[in-house]
T-cell receptor
Framework: AQSVTQPDIHITVSEGASLELRCNYS??????LFWYVQSPGQGLQLLLK??????LVQGIKGFEAEFKRSQSSFNLRKPSVHWSDAAEYFC???????????FGRGTQLTVWP | EAGVTQFPSHSVIEKGQTVTLRCDPI?????LYWYRRVMGKEIKFLLH????????ESGMPNNRFLAERTGGTYSTLKVQPAELEDSGVYFC?????????????FGPGTRLTVT
C-alpha cells in the first residue's frame, strides 16, 4: 500500500540555521514525489517535485530535496532558514496512473529569531 | 489569475445537520480533487472529478458524503447528516490535466467543526 511517513511532527530551528525535513515513502511503482508548504490561512503551495532524472531537485524559496531510492526517502533541505519559512510542510507521493496524492502527516516548522 | 477558492472558510454545525462546501477551481482546469485532513492526521484523498465525471471516488468515507460538479465548473461536497468524526479541514485542488507532472493547485481549505 502507498504511504508517506514524516517522522518529525514539529521542528524548531534558529533563523540562519540549516534545515532538513525527513520523508520516507512506500510505493510499489516508480514514485512521483512532492513537497508542499502551507502557511497560515493559505492553501498548500508546491515547493518542488521529483519525477525522474537528477536525484537532487531544486525548488522555490531556496529549498532542495534529494531522492534516494535505496532508502525510500525524499528529504527536504534548506541551507539557511528565514523566519518566513515557518509553516507546515507536507511530503506527498503519487503514481503515474492515478490523480490522487498520498500525503504524510506534515511537519510543523518553527523558526526562532 | 485567480486561484482555487473555497467557501466557507469555516463552518460550525451540530451533529445531525447538513453542510455544503463549495470549491471553485482555476478557470479551465478540468480536474478537481477533494481532500480532507482530520486533526493530527495526514491529508487524505476523497475523490477526483474530470470535468463533471467522477474519475475516482474511492476515498469517500461513506454515503453521508455527496460530491457534485454540475457543468464541470465548481464543485460541492455535501455532508448529510454530519457526525463528530467529520470534523477537519477539507481541501480542494485543481489541475489542468491529471497526469502526474501537472501541478495540483490547492485552495485554502474549509475548516468544518461538528459539535
Amino acid at each position: 500500500a502507498q504511504s508517506v511517513t514524516q517522522p518529525d511532527i514539529h521542528i524548531t530551528v534558529s533563523e540562519g540555521a540549516s534545515l532538513e525535513l525527513r520523508c520516507n515513502y512506500s510505493y510499489g511503482a516508480t514514485p512521483y514525489l512532492f513537497w508542499y508548504v502551507q502557511s497560515p490561512g493559505q492553501g498548500l503551495q508546491l515547493l518542488l517535485k521529483y519525477f525522474s532524472g537528477d536525484t537532487l531537485v531544486q525548488g522555490i524559496k531556496g529549498f532542495e530535496a534529494e531522492f534516494k531510492r535505496s532508502q525510500s526517502s525524499f528529504n527536504l533541505r534548506k541551507p539557511s532558514v528565514h523566519w518566513s519559512d515557518a509553516a507546515e510542510y507536507f511530503c506527498a507521493v503519487r503514481g503515474s496512473t492515478l490523480g490522487r496524492l498520498y500525503f504524510g502527516r506534515g511537519t510543523q516548522l518553527t523558526v526562532w529569531p | 489569475e485567480a486561484g482555487v477558492t473555497q467557501f466557507p472558510s469555516h463552518s460550525v454545525i451540530e451533529k445531525g445537520q447538513t453542510v455544503t462546501l463549495r470549491c471553485d477551481p482555476i478557470s479551465g482546469h478540468d480536474n478537481l480533487y477533494w481532500y480532507r485532513r482530520v486533526m493530527g492526521k495526514e491529508i487524505k484523498f476523497l475523490l477526483h472529478f474530470v470535468k463533471e465525471s467522477k474519475q475516482d471516488e474511492s476515498g469517500m468515507p461513506n454515503n453521508r458524503f455527496l460530491a457534485e460538479r454540475t457543468g464541470g465548473t465548481y464543485s460541492t461536497l455535501k455532508v448529510q447528516p454530519a457526525e463528530l468524526e467529520d470534523s477537519g479541514v477539507y481541501f480542494c485542488a485543481s489541475s489542468q490535466e491529471w497526469a502526474a507532472f501537472y501541478e495540483q493547485y490547492f485552495g485554502p481549505g474549509t475548516r468544518l467543526t461538528v459539535t
